[in-house]
């Protein structure tokens, strides 16, 4: 059974630091590029860092370049989203979402997580 799944989210002061953890299950973890996506009521779900399949290749979003890091322990089946700097515009619920195939020529597959609640306030 296919298995994605958040954690980590929690309620933090602005500019604080939190890690979101995402660990997956029931696919071959290497095969699929990982990523964060953002979301809050009433706006469009946002891109927020890539990191490529079998290589530590990464991309993020404007706004969270310099402050957030997502890095992957393909041994461990697991991503992570380092937040730093955080902003009270950083408040959302946080998906994890793998992209990829078991083999060569297979079609492409999509998983998503469930989310995790980030909340920056003071």
């Known amino acids: 059974q296919v298995q994605v799944m958040e954690s980590g989210g929690d309620l933090v002061q602005p500019g604080g630091s939190l890690r979101l953890s995402c660990a997956a299950s029931?696919?071959?973890?290497?095969?699929?590029?990982m990523s964060w996506h953002r979301q809050v009521p009433g706006k469009e779900r946002e891109l927020v860092a890539r990191?490529?399949?079998?290589?530590?290749?990464?991309n993020y979003a404007d706004s969270v370049k310099g402050r957030f890091t997502i890095s992957r322990d393909n041994a461990k089946n697991t991503v992570y989203l380092q937040m730093n700097s955080l902003k009270p515009e950083d408040t959302a619920v946080y998906y994890c979402?793998?992209?990829?195939?078991?083999?060569?020529?297979?079609?492409?597959?999509?998983?998503w997580g469930k989310g995790t609640l980030v909340t920056v306030s003071s």
């Open positions: 029931g696919f071959t973890f290497s095969r699929y590029a």
């Open positions: 990191i490529a399949r079998d290589n530590t290749s990464t």
């Open positions: 979402h793998a992209v990829g195939s078991e083999w060569t020529w297979a079609r492409m597959v999509h998983y």
